[in-house]
């Protein structure tokens, strides 16, 4: 596996994510509501509230990673080191999507903190 694929398949995971986050969206708010024009603010709750923050938290995790990973790749830096903190934050976001959905506040908590140190080490190996 490579950096570019780890990087693609994050994206992937994003996409997913949106997807699970805009069906939990038309359950709890219909889809005339979401094909209007939102000038009425209205809030979901439960798991549905819960998909909508893990996707702002993975758009973050994107735009953190991604230029980490770009960066390892365009100065040819694609080591073991940096294939290994690639895969261990790849692995951390699939666990945290679920863990952040069903609530599982240690497991969450430990994932991301495994894919922000994981990212962290990857700017350090760019350096």
């Known amino acids: ?5 780890i990087l693609a398949l994050y994206g992937l995971l994003v996409a997913i994510t949106l997807v699970l986050q805009a069906t939990g969206y038309m359950q709890k708010l219909g889809m005339g ?8 603010h209205r ?41 290994l903190a690639a895969q261990v934050f790849l692995a951390a976001r699939v666990v945290y999507l679920p863990a952040y959905v069903f609530g ?16 962290v080490i990857l700017y350090l190996l760019a350096l």
């Open 1 to 5: 596996m490579t950096l570019s694929t």
């Open 33 to 40: 509501y979401l094909l209007s024009s939102r000038d009425e």
């Open 104 to 119: 599982i506040v240690g497991l969450r908590t430990f994932a991301w903190s495994a894919g922000f140190v994981a990212t």
């Open 43 to 83: 809030t979901v709750e439960g798991m549905a509230a819960r998909l909508d923050r893990a996707l702002n938290n993975s758009v973050v995790g994107m735009a953190l990673f991604g230029p980490a990973v770009l960066l390892l790749i365009i100065l040819d830096r694609e080591t073991n080191q940096a294939l």
